[in-house]
């Protein structure tokens, strides 16, 4: 990683994260903080199949299969049950975005990397409310950009909207980490774009992969530099 300059950050699941209470409330569901997790990574997983079979699918065609996954493994079984409270969390997430708590330690992690002489920005499969998101989470100053796919026009894993960051950053792709947290979407858009990726977090993925458990984990990976 000494060649690395830039890293280049995911925003859902990687810096900000779903609002599990916010969830369980629109649902009407108590909030258990383990069962949520397990919730989403069902949801996670579900995605990443959709993601293998589609390629060519959009974020706003993959939440809606997001938040079923996820309300089944809260314990939404009957289909009438699972419409509602899927109607409900769908009205929030439109009210107010539902990725908008921040990654525990992620905003100190950015503040290192600065330090030590990276460049730090987001690339994002969004719907035009990512920068807002981030800013409220605390990233407002410490991300040089934010490109959400919305206004890009393409989104993750298409490389394009990779190189238009590393090209905004007048950066080889060789010289810029990419870290997310969905393998089929961010490791292989990034791999792909010629970015040196990082997986977070527990998702599947081929042996081999460069993962870390969490924003945190990240700082022995970029040291800093000469």
Request: charged residues 25%; proline residues 6%; negative net charge.
């Amino acid at each position: 990683m000494k060649q690395i300059r830039a890293v280049l950050f995911d925003a859902g699941g990687t810096l900000i994260h779903m609002d599990g209470e916010r969830v369980c409330v629109a649902a009407g569901v108590a909030f258990d903080a383990p069962f949520f997790r397990r919730a989403e990574a069902a949801a996670v997983n579900a995605v990443r199949r959709f993601v293998l079979e589609y390629p060519a699918s959009t974020d706003a065609e993959r939440l809606p299969l997001y938040l079923d996954t996820m309300l089944v493994s809260l314990g939404f079984a009957a289909p009438e049950e699972l419409r509602a409270a899927a109607g409900r969390v769908a009205a929030e997430h439109a009210r107010a975005n539902l990725w908008s708590r921040g990654a525990d330690g992620a905003p100190e992690t950015l503040a290192v990397l600065l330090r030590r002489g990276y460049r730090v920005a987001a690339i994002s499969n969004a719907d035009g409310r990512v920068r807002g998101l981030l800013e409220k989470a605390g990233f407002g100053k410490l991300l040089e950009f934010v490109l959400d796919s919305a206004e890009i026009g393409v989104e993750k894993p298409d490389p394009r909207i990779f190189h238009a960051a590393t090209g905004r950053m007048g950066l080889s792709p060789a010289v810029c980490a990419y870290v997310g947290d969905i393998y089929e979407i961010d490791v292989v858009g990034a791999a792909g774009a010629g970015l040196v990726p990082v997986l977070i977090g527990d998702a599947p993925a081929p042996a081999g992969v460069l993962r870390v458990p969490n924003v945190r984990a990240l700082d022995p990976l970029f040291p800093g530099f000469e």
